[in-house]
């Protein structure tokens, strides 16, 4: 299940189904993922390591993408991408500011 995975101790086996969520919300759609929603938040703002950190912010705005809607983005994702650019991690910052146009282009 994704949520086990999600909850794992393993850096890597979180970081593989952050990526895997967009792929899942494409195929179950956005309410089949909305149980998911709150680990991936708390990921970007609670997790200590910054890859995990990065792949939560990654499929944050993959799923903004999918979702296509401002009123949505705004609603669940806005706040956690802005904060993600005052991450204490520079990999985290950079890959943040370079998206940035990205969930921009929908709100």
């Known amino acids: 299940c994704i ?3 999600l909850e794992d101790d393993d850096a890597e086996v979180k ?3 952050y990526k895997t969520i967009p792929k899942f919300a494409q195929v ?6 909305a149980p998911l929603l709150p680990h991936v938040k708390s990921a970007v703002t609670t997790s200590p390591r910054w890859r995990v950190r990065l792949a ?3 499929a944050l705005v ?3 993408l999918q979702y296509g809607s401002a009123e949505v983005f705004s609603k669940n994702m806005e706040q956690l991408y802005l904060s993600a650019v005052f991450d204490k991690a520079s990999q985290v910052r950079q ?3 370079a998206r940035l146009p990205e969930p921009v282009s929908y709100t």
């Open 3 to 5: 949520r086990d995975s």
């Open 15 to 17: 970081i593989q189904a």
């Open 28 to 33: 179950l759609g956005q309410e089949a993922l």
């Open 56 to 58: 939560a912010i990654d």
């Open 62 to 64: 993959d799923l903004g």
């Open 95 to 97: 890959s943040v500011i």
